[in-house]
């Protein structure tokens, strides 16, 4: 074999490589973008039920802190009414007026909060939802065929150079 034909087998013999190596880190990316992109779609299914979560949770809240009022209400009711003082009327009615109000107020702010949890975290829920789509487009589009063409392409082109420049100097 000749020096030349050497380089040439050599030069193919890379391609051959590179083509190999091509194919295998597509497929490798392309395996990664899949698995992440399951990874998004579990954390968006998790956050969307954390959602879910944060509204049952700031309801029941909600229910133990109007229990919690109409317990006070029944105690300051009970001990007013055990002082001799008129329960309908006067301090005594501000007063029951004035714990009614703060329940409630209690109450709207938990329901608020639950609420605003629950956005952030359907808000969560769609970015990671958009990710997974990004990235199943991502693997979709990273072809194993385009690359390895490519790269045949490339070595292909280069051991014709390398050839004609051969040629041109004379090497056999």
């Known amino acids: 074999m000749t020096a030349g034909n050497a380089t040439l087998a050599l030069g193919i013999a890379g391609g051959g490589l590179n083509l190999f190596s091509t194919l295998a880190g597509a497929n490798a990316?392309?395996?990664?973008?899949?698995?992440?992109?399951?990874?998004?779609?579990?954390?968006?299914?998790?956050?969307?039920?954390?959602?879910?979560?944060?509204?049952v949770s700031g309801?029941?809240?909600?229910?133990?802190?109007?229990?919690?009022?109409?317990?006070?209400?029944?105690?300051?009711?009970?001990?007013?009414?055990a002082n001799g003082v008129d329960v309908n009327s006067g301090t005594a009615a501000n007063v029951q007026a004035s714990t009614k109000y703060i329940t409630e107020q209690n109450v709207n702010q938990t329901l608020a909060n639950a609420a605003n949890a629950a956005m952030g975290y359907t808000t969560q829920s769609q970015n990671y939802a958009d990710r997974a789509g990004?990235?199943?487009?991502?693997?979709?589009?990273?072809?194993?065929?385009?690359?390895?063409?490519?790269?045949?392409?490339?070595?292909?082109?280069?051991?014709?150079?390398?050839?004609?420049?051969?040629?041109?100097?004379?090497v056999q």
């Open 59 to 81: 309801q029941t809240q909600a229910d133990n802190i109007n229990t919690r009022g109409a317990q006070t209400l029944a105690s300051q009711r009970a001990a007013q009414a």
């Open 134 to 170: 990004q990235l199943r487009a991502a693997a979709d589009s990273n072809s194993s065929l385009v690359a390895g063409t490519s790269s045949l392409l490339t070595s292909a082109t280069s051991v014709a150079s390398n050839w004609y420049r051969m040629q041109r100097v004379g």
């Open 29 to 55: 990316t392309r395996s990664a973008d899949e698995l992440q992109a399951d990874a998004a779609a579990t954390n968006a299914l998790i956050a969307e039920r954390a959602a879910a979560s944060s509204i």
